[in-house]
């Protein structure tokens, strides 16, 4: 058995209730940082009964209601992020001591945990002296098509030829470093220069672990490697998902995955800028990295450290069960909703990006079309149904819908497709209303009716679930 620490009673927690009110942490803030506290506690995929402790602990304290804890679910972590920057200083602080907490109330601290700390304090611009000179951002991006798992990128938006010599010239201690925490240095340069060199060994290669494709499109591959600067590749690969988030790299980057082992639709990374010296800056980086719970907490009066002391759990000697709670057991709950009766229907998550989620059934996405999807979700925002004739007095909606979520970035192409799933003579609305019943029914089976677009013939169609059962990430996107 392991010893947690625990607050004494409900009735201390009010006593001291109001000296921390003096900490101004608005609704938002509260909202955003159970979205942190959550994501934290979750890391290394286990939950325990000290990390809950602690977090009962901290919400009472700091009246985080269960309202603010739903809201939170619709944050990405980024998002959350930024609103905490705009605290002041002794709130910055605060939360530094609820880390520092958290991150030991299991007696552990994971590598993960970690550097995810590490990439948050630095996002909300702590301000510190082991953080002074280090510029960086945690971003959330949705799952990508490729997984960087343990490599530390380079990337750049254009060729930095200083920087890239000075990796040339650190290139082995680069990676050394990186080692010794279990990452390996990803750096285009170097990757090319192998592909080039063993150019028929990965032709090969390909032909076995890429079956479609065909001999024009290996010699194309073959051909581009030689005429593509890693500049151009480094931004088609990595920036791109950047730019899409609204996120602009103005300086050459080391480019982190968070690992997280809590399901979920979006992957963190650390941006981690590089002013001139790109050992100096991991450097620099892993010393915050590995003092976070000695991190002191300086140039308070004694007063607010009084207020931020009460963060702090009293401890009690006593052994209690641990309770662990994983990224299965989250499937588990998920399938026992699914078998009970009204508790059955699951609600439904939209998207920035129009994708669509089951979040009761462990946020399996529904895939259809971006056609498809802008179609399904302009009946969503329209409860009372809409005739197909009709379709055509919604067509500046379903526009700006599809614009929003469709990859094409030709306006023309996006017309044509609009003009066509309106057009009532032609038979591209009736497809794609097909599709959309064939994608639900894939994965809800007989369970599908209530989120099919359904209607008798000449009258209004209308999808049947109930509208508190759907959330949007950003409903203004699309109305």
Request: hydrophobic share 40%; with cysteine.
């Given at each position: 058995m392991q010893k947690?620490?625990?607050?004494?009673?409900?009735?201390?927690?009010?006593?001291?209730?109001?000296?921390?009110?003096?900490?101004?942490?608005?609704?938002?803030?509260?909202?955003?940082?159970?979205?942190?506290?959550?994501?934290?506690?979750?890391?290394?995929?286990?939950?325990?009964?000290?990390?809950?402790?602690?977090?009962?602990?901290?919400?009472?304290?700091?009246?985080?209601?269960?309202?603010?804890?739903?809201?939170?679910?619709?944050?990405?972590?980024?998002?959350?992020?930024s609103y905490l920057k705009s605290l002041g200083n002794m709130e910055k602080k605060a939360i530094l001591k609820i880390f520092q907490q958290l991150s030991?109330?299991?007696?552990?601290?994971?590598?993960?945990?970690?550097?995810?700390?590490?990439?948050?304090?630095?996002?909300?611009?702590?301000?510190?002296?082991?953080?002074?000179?280090?510029?960086?951002?945690?971003?959330?991006?949705?799952?990508?098509?490729?997984?960087?798992?343990?490599?530390?990128?380079?990337?750049?938006?254009?060729?930095?030829?200083?920087?890239?010599?000075?990796?040339?010239?650190?290139?082995?201690?680069?990676?050394?470093?990186?080692?010794?925490?279990?990452?390996?240095?990803?750096?285009?340069?170097k990757v090319m220069q192998e592909m080039s060199r063993k150019s028929n060994t990965f032709h090969d290669t390909l032909s076995y672990l890429e079956p479609t494709l065909t001999d024009e499109q290996l010699g194309l591959i073959n051909t581009n490697i030689k005429l593509m600067t890693t500049a151009d590749l480094s931004k088609e690969i990595f920036l791109n998902y950047l730019n899409i988030n609204g996120f602009l790299l103005e300086k050459p980057c080391?480019?982190?995955?968070?690992?997280?082992?809590?399901?979920?639709?979006?992957?963190?990374?650390?941006?981690?800028?590089?002013?001139?010296?790109?050992?100096?800056?991991?450097?620099?980086?892993?010393?915050?990295?590995?003092?976070?719970?000695?991190?002191?907490?300086?140039?308070?009066?004694?007063?607010?450290?009084?207020?931020?002391?009460?963060?702090?759990?009293?401890?009690k000697h006593e052994e209690k069960d641990e309770v662990q709670y994983t990224g299965f057991h989250k499937v588990i709950i998920d399938t026992l909703l699914k078998y009970n009766g009204s508790q059955g229907i699951s609600r439904i998550f939209v998207a920035e990006n129009g994708s669509i989620y089951l979040t009761d059934r462990n946020n399996i996405e529904v895939k259809m079309s971006s056609i498809s999807k802008a179609l399904y979700i302009l009946f969503l925002l329209h409860a009372e149904g809409i005739k197909l004739n009709y379709l055509v007095d919604h067509k500046q909606q379903l526009y700006k819908i599809y614009r929003q979520?469709?990859?094409?970035?030709?306006?023309?192409?996006?017309?044509?497709?609009?003009?066509?799933?309106?057009?009532?003579?032609?038979?591209?609305?009736?497809?794609?209303?097909?599709?959309?019943?064939?994608?639900?029914v894939s994965v809800l089976g007989d369970d599908a009716t209530l989120y099919l677009i359904q209607g008798n013939r000449n009258e209004k169609k209308t999808i049947n679930l109930d509208r508190k059962l759907v959330v949007f990430e950003n409903r203004s996107l699309f109305e």
């Open positions: 947690y620490n625990t607050y004494s009673t409900i009735e201390e927690v009010a006593r001291l209730q109001p000296k921390i009110e003096k900490m101004k942490f608005k609704e938002t803030h509260k909202t955003a940082l159970a979205k942190v506290l959550s994501d934290l506690i979750q890391s290394d995929g286990i939950v325990n009964q000290g990390e809950m402790d602690c977090l009962t602990h901290v919400f009472k304290v700091l009246n985080i209601t269960a309202a603010s804890t739903k809201k939170s679910a619709s944050l990405t972590l980024s998002s959350a992020l030991l109330s299991d007696d552990s601290l994971d590598p993960n945990e970690s550097l995810l700390i590490s990439a948050m304090l630095l996002s909300i611009q702590i301000d510190l002296p082991e953080t002074q000179g280090i510029h960086a951002s945690l971003v959330s991006i949705p799952n990508l098509a490729f997984d960087t798992q343990n490599a530390v990128l380079y990337v750049e938006s254009a060729y930095n030829t200083n920087i890239n010599a000075k990796i040339e010239q650190e290139y082995d201690a680069i990676c050394n470093l990186l080692k010794y925490s279990n990452r390996d240095f990803f750096y285009l340069p080391f480019f982190y995955k968070i690992s997280n082992k809590m399901p979920s639709r979006f992957q963190n990374f650390l941006i981690l800028e590089i002013d001139s010296d790109p050992l100096q800056t991991l450097q620099q980086f892993y010393k915050l990295n590995s003092s976070i719970t000695q991190l002191e907490i300086n140039g308070l009066t004694d007063k607010e450290k009084r207020s931020i002391n009460k963060l702090s759990l009293k401890a979520i469709s990859t094409y970035a030709e306006d023309e192409l996006l017309q044509t497709a609009v003009e066509n799933i309106i057009d009532i003579t032609g038979t591209t609305m009736s497809a794609n209303i097909s599709r959309i019943k064939k994608a639900f």
